[in-house]
C-alpha cells in the first residue's frame, strides 16, 4: 500500500553545490535558494558550516544564511560538523542543525579527519548545544551501503552509528547511498533491520543516482513505509570526499514518480523546472535530471 503523502528534503544548494568546480556566486545561491523556497518545498538545507578549505563552494554559508529571505512554512537547515559550525550556523540563522558521520571507518576518516569513536564526543557537544537552543537536529549516516574504501557494508555498523546518534539526541536519522550503488535488494536487507529498531518516520533515505538505481531504490523504500526522502534539484550533487559519487537523485525525478503514483508532495513541479534551469544557467552546464531535459523539449 502506498501513502498517501511523502516529504522531502531539497538538499540542492549543500550537497548539490558543495561538489560543483563552478564557483556561484553568492547572490546568485541566494536568488535561487528564494526561489526553492517558493516552490511548496517544506524542507531546504541551504548550505555547510564546514572547514571552507575543504569545501570551497560553500565558503559563503554565513552570508547567504543571513541574506536568504524565510519563507515561514520551510524549515531551513543547514550541514554543522563541530562547535565552531554549530556557531557559524546559530549566527546565520537555521531552524535545522544536520550532523554527519560515516558508518565505514575510511570514509569518516576521509571526510571528517576522525575516527568513529572520535566523532562521538565532538557530535555529543554539539547536538547537545543545537538542542539547548531549541534546534531540529538530523543525523547523516553515510555509506549505509558501500563505502569506496571498505567495500560492502555489514548493516550491523550503521546500526552502532545509528544507536549512538539517537542517544545523543538527534531527531531523525538520514541514512545515505553516498556513492549511489546500492539496488533494491540491498534496501530492503537494510530497511528489514532498521525498521525493526527504529520507528519509521524517523527515517529519511539519502540517495545517490551515480548508477541510475535512486528512483527503484526510492519505490522500494516507499513499499517498506518509508515516507521522507533528501533530494536535489536537477540532480545535482556528490560527496568531493568519496570518489566515484555522483549527484543526489533529481526532486524532479522524484516528483514526477511520486505525482504519478498518486501521492503528495505540496511541491509545484514547474516551480521545480524554473529553479532548475536557474541554477543549471549559473553552473553553465546540463543537469542530469531525466525529467527536466523531458520538459525542457
Ligand atoms: P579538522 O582539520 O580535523 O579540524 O577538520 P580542525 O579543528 O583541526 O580545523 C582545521 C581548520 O579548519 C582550521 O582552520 C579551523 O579553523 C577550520 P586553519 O587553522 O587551518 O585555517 N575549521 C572550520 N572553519 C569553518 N567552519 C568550521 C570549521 N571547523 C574547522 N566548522 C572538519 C574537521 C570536520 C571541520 C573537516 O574535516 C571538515 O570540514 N569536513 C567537511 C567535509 C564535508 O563537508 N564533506 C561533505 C559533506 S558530507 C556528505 O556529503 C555526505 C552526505 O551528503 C550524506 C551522504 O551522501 O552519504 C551528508
Ligand atoms: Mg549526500
Request: charged share 20%; with cysteine; hydrophobic share 35%.
Given at each position: 500500500k502506498l501513502p498517501g503523502s511523502v516529504r522531502i528534503k531539497e538538499v540542492g544548494p549543500r550537497d548539490g553545490l558543495q561538489n560543483e568546480k563552478t564557483w556561484v556566486p553568492t547572490e546568485s545561491k541566494i536568488a535561487w535558494i528564494n526561489m526553492l523556497s517558493n516552490t511548496?518545498?517544506?524542507?531546504?538545507?541551504?548550505s555547510s558550516f564546514v572547514n571552507p578549505k575543504m569545501?570551497?563552494?560553500?565558503?559563503d554559508a554565513r552570508e547567504v544564511g543571513k541574506q536568504i529571505k524565510r519563507n515561514p512554512q520551510v524549515t531551513y537547515s543547514a550541514l554543522v560538523p563541530n562547535q565552531k559550525g554549530l556557531e557559524y550556523a546559530l549566527e546565520a540563522g537555521v531552524d535545522g542543525a544536520s550532523v554527519f558521520m560515516s558508518a565505514s571507518e575510511t570514509h569518516n576518516r576521509k571526510n571528517i579527519n576522525k575516527s568513529i569513536n572520535e566523532t562521538f564526543p565532538v557530535l555529543k557537544g554539539v547536538i547537545e548545544d543545537a538542542k539547548n537552543e531549541g534546534k531540529y537536529v538530523t543525523g547523516y549516516v553515510s555509506t549505509?551501503?558501500?563505502?569506496?574504501?571498505?567495500g560492502r557494508m555489514d548493516p550491523e555498523k550503521v546500526i552502532t552509528v545509528c544507536d549512538r546518534l539517537l542517544e545523543l539526541g538527534v531527531d531523525d536519522l538520514s541514512l545515505g547511498d553516498t556513492i549511489g550503488s546500492a539496488v533494491p535488494s540491498q534496501v530492503e536487507n537494510l530497511l528489514d533491520v532498521i525498521l525493526k529498531r527504529y520507528p519509521q518516520e524517523k527515517i529519511i533515505m539519502h540517495f545517490h543516482d551515480t548508477r541510475g538505481m535512486a528512483i527503484a531504490n526510492i519505490l522500494t523504500s516507499i513499499q517498506y513505509g518509508i515516507t521522507r526522502f533528501d533530494s536535489s534539484i536537477g540532480g545535482l550533487g556528490g560527496c568531493?570526499?568519496?570518489?566515484?559519487a555522483a549527484g543526489n537523485v533529481a526532486t524532479n525525478d522524484v516528483l514526477y514518480l511520486l505525482h504519478g503514483l498518486g501521492?503528495?508532495?505540496?511541491?509545484d513541479e514547474k516551480n521545480i523546472q524554473e529553479a532548475s534551469l536557474y541554477i543549471q544557467s549559473k553552473l553553465g552546464k546540463v543537469l542530469p535530471s531525466r525529467s527536466l531535459l523531458a520538459n525542457a523539449q
Open positions: 511548496g518545498i517544506k524542507e531546504i538545507e541551504y569545501i570551497p563552494a560553500l565558503s549505509v551501503f558501500d563505502c569506496p574504501y571498505e568531493p570526499y568519496a570518489p566515484g501521492i503528495e508532495t505540496g511541491i
